[in-house]
């Protein structure tokens, strides 16, 4: 999985390159990043890449012309077959709200290019022009896109085989499985007062298993309740969630 991102502040990706787990897939060859400056683009000498916004009000705006010229060098870069796969996607406030199902369409890509947005926002052009995907990490707003291109990154690069060990750990952790993660537990046995749920150490693996799963479901059901209605349920998921008050979707 290949990353470009654009931004006006190339540094703060360094924290990726170098942090842990995404750190190694980089250095391991598992992910690629490279970080573009929009600046490198500008077409004065100054670097500019911002303006004063056409009709007035307050806060700048980013220029089309650096960013076109960006992001038609990053594609010009990838292979044409990869090319119409690749989304482009703007971070900004304004998005997709981004959820498991956008990280697994990111995830299936050959790569993505993402823009930083920046200052009060960015001229139309680029969003009618360029944009495929607008994508907001939470309804707040940020001093810049950057944090949201790496929150972005790291979502899609987990599902990027081998960057978190075994598919397994993907398949089964929170949210992917459509349900919300049992309590896991690891030594001591005990820990001021509070045992680990003797099934766990009973060694019956069967009998783990379904704890697990009902484990899950109980705690969907009353953190997340509208993950019921979308995750995939089996005749005894329905049975024992009715038998905790469910109402939900019959199978
Ligand atoms: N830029 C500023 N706020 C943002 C948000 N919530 N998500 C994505 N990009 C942003």
Known sequence: MHFTVLT?????????EEYSVLGRAIRGGLVSLDTVDIREYATDRHGTADD???????GMVMKPDPVFAAVESALAGI??????????????????????????EFANAP?????????AGIDERIREGLITHEVSIGDYVLTGGELAAMVIVDAV?????????????VEH?????????????????????MPVPEILRSGNHADIERWRRQQSLERTLSLRP????TAPLTNSDRV???????????G
Not at 84 to 98: F, M, R
Not at 111 to 119: P, Q, S, T
Not at 173 to 193: C, K, M, N, V
Request: with cysteine.
């Open 8 to 16: 006006l502040f190339p540094d703060a990706f360094r924290f990726i």
């Open 52 to 58: 004063y916004q056409f009709g007035g009000g307050p």
């Open 79 to 104: 292979p044409d077959a990869e090319r119409v796969a690749t989304p482009i996607v703007l971070t900004s406030p304004q998005g997709d709200i981004l959820n498991q199902d956008l990280v697994n």
């Open 111 to 119: 790569g993505m290019i993402l823009v930083c947005g920046h200052y």
């Open 157 to 169: 690069s987990r599902f990027v085989p081998e960057v978190v060990g075994s598919a397994e750990n």
């Open 173 to 193: 952790d929170s949210i992917t499985s459509g349900l919300l993660q049992h309590p896991l537990y690891t030594r001591p046995a005990e820990f001021r007062g």
């Open 226 to 229: 509208d993950l019921l209605e």
């Open 240 to 250: 024992f969630l009715a038998s905790l008050g469910w109402s939900g979707v019959p």
